[in-house]
């Protein structure tokens, strides 16, 4: 069974731009969440899917976004991006949706100029 | 809110050493508990989880209680082994049926011969 997989694996961008990254979650995982994991902060959730739903956001600005489709592949936008963006941003989707177990994938290493 | 505490590392050990690694929560009702850990270039990957109190974790050696008395959730491992070397974060997910989970800032092991 394939895991979780995130694309593209780096990205380099400059202040301003926008960007999108891709989570495709374990076949039959209807749930996928976003984390943001910096050295100072560690890990900070960004939102959770589930069946296309947003059902929860953290302390992130409006800047950031996302979307679930039907298939429960998940995209997260960064528009306008600033230097404090530089970032891994981690993927994790699960079957459940009670907070149970999460299968990350290896990440999307963000690097803003 | 909900909150994860555990102790700042890095932690370094000679091989076969015990390890612990402090971690205490702070969250409303009954969450369960959990303990991530992140290999050099790759995301988290679930070692250990309890959902009640009393309940003890254990996987490839290492060893977990939930207390409720003392809101911790300690790692513990007999011996330890170079592959240990890691970043360890404890995580909670909050009762309620959504997909969010805590984590911690993490602590970095290193084992040496």
């Known amino acids: 069974k394939a895991g979780v997989t995130q694309t593209p694996r780096y990205l380099i961008k400059t202040r301003g731009q926008q960007v999108t990254l891709s989570c495709s979650p374990i076949s039959g995982h209807r749930s996928v969440s976003w984390y943001q994991q910096t050295p100072g902060q560690g890990l900070q959730f960004l939102f959770e899917?589930?069946?296309?739903?947003?059902?929860n956001k953290g302390n992130f600005p409006g800047r950031f976004s996302g979307r679930q489709f039907s298939n429960s592949r998940s995209e997260m936008n960064v528009s306008t991006l600033e230097l404090g963006d530089s970032a891994l941003y981690l993927c994790a989707s699960s079957m459940t949706s009670d907070g149970e177990k999460l299968f990350f994938g290896s990440g999307t290493q963000l690097s803003v100029l | 809110g909900d909150s994860v505490t555990q102790m700042e590392g890095p932690v370094t050990l000679s091989e076969e050493a015990f390890l612990t690694i402090n971690c205490t929560y702070t969250?409303?009702?009954?969450?369960?508990l959990f303990w991530y850990v992140q290999y050099p270039g790759e995301g988290l990957q679930l070692l250990l989880k309890a959902t009640k109190a009393d309940d003890k974790g254990s996987n490839k050696g290492f060893e977990a209680t939930y207390r409720k008395e003392t809101t911790s959730f300690h790692l513990e491992k007999g011996s330890v082994q170079v592959s240990d070397s890691a970043v360890y974060f404890c995580?909670?997910?909050?009762?309620?049926?959504?997909?969010?989970?805590?984590f911690g800032t993490g602590t970095k092991l290193q084992v040496i011969p």
């Open positions: 995580a909670l997910s909050a009762t309620g049926g959504y997909q969010k989970v805590t």
């Open positions: 899917y589930f069946s296309e739903t947003q059902r």
């Open positions: 969250a409303t009702g009954y969450p369960s």
